[in-house]
Nanobody, 127 residues
Framework: QVHLEESGGGSVQAGGSLRLSCVVS???????????MGWFRQAPGKEREGVAA???????YYADPVNGRFTVSRDNAKNTVYLQMTSLKPEDTAMYYC??????????????????WGQGTQVTVSS
């Protein structure tokens, strides 16, 4: 059974930084490195939206609101994906979710492409 567990959320002031981590276990494919890993977020009263993703080939892609401020990376030896968030803004406040997609990667930050989800970690940015 695939399990994703996020950590690293918290409360920071605007302009601050946080690093989220997501550990994947139980993945049915022999190599975690073949998976697409994504980060999504959902703010109160809003729909969940894609934030960033990392493909098995190392390509990274970002949603426009976070491009240049957030960086997604992965450590395949640790079955872990990270989201480094800098220059945080109050509008970044949301529950952040890690997600995994069976290969091949779609190349889109599309929620329906990702079949495995974590429980989320809360990020709160105060002004």
């Amino acid at each position: 059974q695939v399990h994703l567990e996020e950590s690293g959320g918290g409360s920071v002031q605007a302009g601050g930084s946080l690093r989220l981590s997501c550990v994947v276990s139980g993945y049915r494919y022999s190599s975690y490195s073949r998976t697409c890993m994504g980060w999504f977020r959902q703010a109160p009263g809003k729909e969940r939206e894609g934030v960033a993703a990392s493909t098995s080939s190392g390509r990274r892609y970002y949603a426009d609101p976070v491009n240049g401020r957030f960086t997604v990376s992965r450590d395949n030896a640790k079955n872990t994906v990270y989201l480094q968030m800098t220059s945080l803004k109050p509008e970044d406040t949301a529950m952040y979710y890690c997600a995994a997609q069976d290969p091949p990667c779609s190349g889109y930050l599309r929620e329906t492409d990702f079949g495995y989800w974590g429980q989320g970690t809360q990020v709160t940015v105060s002004s």
